[in-house]
């Protein structure tokens, strides 16, 4: 590299750093989302656990979420380790590595054609590019951005290849693909761009006048052999995996011809969004069999149209056939002839293969500006140098507002979906997340629209019938749970997560039998699902079984330690059993892990307060506890006021005592809690006699 090429290449690397950043930062505000983010990250216990000897054993050895890429895993468990659960870190490294990707991919093109303003051209679209802000603003799709950080360092090593081959130079090439193999299966078309490369820009093809000086056709492709297995491997594992995680639709959801006339129309839609990038969303829905028939005729004229134009001046503008080739061959493992979840097409399938648009445009519009410029003045001719670069300036300035307002739509699970929602139709995808998203602040009635919405679109979908049920549980509408729940298994009878919901539901209704019938069996799909075995202890502390129940309740806790609902669950049992020390241990855990929880803090208070010989400290934290309970309750619950009583009583506070006692009688009179009535005259008369009543309700 000269100090001209250096002089050239640093004022280029800065304006990419800029105009990705200029897009990107305002990702760093962002929450996770209910997509995915939860699987990945939020939901999954060695990830926020950090590294650790149990968490890479894991990384190599799990098929969770129907895929296997330990590197992906072990990035997100460093973002653990690093930044716990605080989003800012998770997004900054997508950031940080869809920067180096930009900035890498620059250098690259510029090594290998020497143009350098045509290089920056395609790292400039490729870095804001609207199509890829899933990739970058996803958490979950780190795969995306890290798998390119070693498509792009392949690449790297194989021109070094190129440039003297033997064995000590392609050793990184096999290392590094094979790496990037273990953080996203899509590098297994990189062979065939290898190919490509040694087409343009490497020139490695020999002619029958340069056999001499060139490698032979034969030689090329048998030097991409190992590359080769690697991905045949890659390919065969990730099918096993997706197949067995029942993320590959069967032929019956998704029929060949249905297929291949989504791909059809795939290929051609993805050339839209690239040139006119709008209505972009985070899913889209796949139309099955009632795919409008001119457009895999569409993408049909356009895939032939394009093939049959780039032969002829592609040996002129090989360019031409290495960027069209590389667009269309790796789109191929995503393009959905091998069908892998419900969408049609994703902006994030884009990531790698828009590169080969971007090549074409970057060479082939100079190439056609300077044809028209044969028979012109030399003043025309300055007009025509002078109007490219400022074009392309406007479409990058362009791109780069679209991206930004594209990237503040990943803000949260609400505005993503909403507008999801407004680009799209019939997304019963969005409508389930949209519905997640309200039941998580709490907005019941609102979520069950949306998951009603998601079931009229599509009837038979088992997740939002549990998802739905789990709403109408929390709306006290156990029964009508109980029927979706029901429907949800009927659909898909190994489905845990219903079925441990189901066993739940019967639970509350004290249909014991039944419950646990549904919870083995969702510890029986699910092996290491904690919150069924916390449920499982829950009907076991029910039938009077408390020692069964604390196995299941330390089950439950060993299998994911930061649950807080086992740890308050063997509080109870311990509890039961006299170990009084032991339960406020636990407690303490379960608010600390779930701070402002009433139940637990409640119970705490009372246990606090009831000590045999209480303390100063135990006083004081039971008198604290079992205040904030009430203010959380809006002092209308009676057991609250209950503790809250004992707690003042133990502190010697017996006015307050006795006046917050009657406050309880009274509303558990009015509430017809006629159960309690007669214990809390029995307290207030105690109280009265200013003495502390010790023993548990």
Known sequence: MTSKSVKQYVPLVLLLILAVLAVYWQVLGNGFINYDDDTYVTANRYVRHGISLESISWAFTTRHSANWHPLTWLSHMLDGELFGMNPMGHHLTSLLLHLANTILLFLLLARMTGSVWKSGFVAALFGIHPLHVESVAWVAERKDVLSTLFWILTMWAYVRYAESPNVKRYSPVVVLFALGLMAKPMLVTLPFVLLLLDYWPLGRFASSQERKTQTSSRRLILEKIPLVVLAAASSVVTFIVQQKGQAVGS????????RIANALASYAAYIGKTIWPAK?????????????????????????????????????????????????????????????????????????????????????????????????????????????????????????????????????????????????????????NLGLAFDERGEFERAATHYMQALTIKPNWAEAHQNLAVALVKRGRVADAVSHLTTALKIDPDFPQAHNNLGAAYLKQGRLNEAEAHLKAAI????????????????????????????????????????????????????????????????????RLRPGWVEAANNLAWMLAAAAVPSPQNISEAVRLAEQASKATGGRAPEILDTLAAAYASAGRFDEAISTQRRAIDLATAQKKEFMVAELWMRLAYYEKHRVYRLRP
């Open 524 to 591: 029986r799909f699910k092996p290491d699902y904690a919150m069924a075995r916390n449920n499982l202890g829950n009907v076991l502390l029910a039938r009077g079984k408390a020692s069964q129940a604390i196995e299941h309740f330390h089950a439950a806790i060993k299998l994911d330690p930061d649950l807080a609902d086992p740890h308050y669950n063997l509080a109870v049992a311990l509890l039961a059993q006299g170990e009084v020390e032991e339960a406020m241990k636990e407690c303490r855990i379960a608010l």
């Open 280 to 432: 972009l969303a985070v899913f889209y829905p796949h139309p099955g069999a009632s795919i409008p028939v001119w457009q895999p005729v569409m993408g049909t004229a356009l895939l032939i149209v394009v093939s049959a134009l780039i032969l002829g001046p592609a040996r002129r503008q090989r360019y031409l056939a290495v960027g069209w080739l590389w667009y269309v061959g790796t789109l191929v493992p995503v393009i959905g002839l091998v069908q892998v979840g419900w969408q049609a097409m994703a902006d994030r399938y884009t990531y790698v293969p828009l590169i080969g648009l971007f090549i074409m445009a970057a060479w082939g519009i100079p190439d056609l500006v300077e044809r028209g410029k044969e028979g012109k003045g030399e003043r025309e001719k300055s007009v025509q140098r002078a109007v490219l670069p400022g074009l392309a300036v406007l479409v990058v300035a362009a791109l780069m507002v679209t991206a930004y307002m594209q990237a503040g739509r990943w803000k949260d699970s609400i505005t993503l979906f909403r507008h999801a929602l407004a680009v799209t139709s019939n997304n019963p995808v969005a409508h389930d």
């Open 251 to 258: 032929l019956e959801q998704f029929p060949p011809i249905s």
